[in-house]
């Protein structure tokens, strides 16, 4: 069941990339060919689009894995083969969440929204400062979103993998065995 549910959601994961990939090239791509001929007319344009398209292709990679894991790794006895691939597959998990997704993140906030030192999105009144000029800009409200983003994931992976060792601890003893007021173990036959 969960070998045909893995392959299920890798395929799927894969149709979806494949998809999410091509709406990211023709979002991105010019209006215009070289020979002036409309390129993709019925797709929109804008970074807004190419965002969407981007987190489309991204769904598809996460689902992908998440069935290489089911269908491979979870609830399997533990060998090198699968030992080995669920350390590939949390390896890829996590430079997709530490590597990938913030540097398009910092390349959308750069780029199109352009988020820079040189716009200021906060003056703090000098009077709640003694006297000083505060002004945080775009740049480090960037800086601050990226930063914060990373750092909650970093929490998040750890307390997630704490949780998962102690559930697979708890699995992993035997049941307790109920003992009647006499010493004796207690055998429900039903």
Known sequence: MKLGIGLAAIAIGLVTVIVGSW???????????????????????????????????????????????????YDRPLTWVTATLGAGLFTALMIIVFGVIPNQMLTLAQGPLEWTSARTLLTIPPVLVLGNELTITYETFKDMIVGGYAFTNLIVVAAAMVLWQNYRKKKDQPKPQRISEYGRPIRVEH
């Open 23 to 73: 709406l990211v090239h023709a979002t991105e791509a010019p209006v215009l060919d070289d020979l002036g001929a409309e390129v993709y007319s019925l797709i929109p344009r804008g970074w807004l689009w190419v965002t969407i398209a981007q987190n489309i292709a991204l769904g598809g990679v996460l689902l992908a894995m998440a069935g290489a894991t089911l269908a491979f790794v």
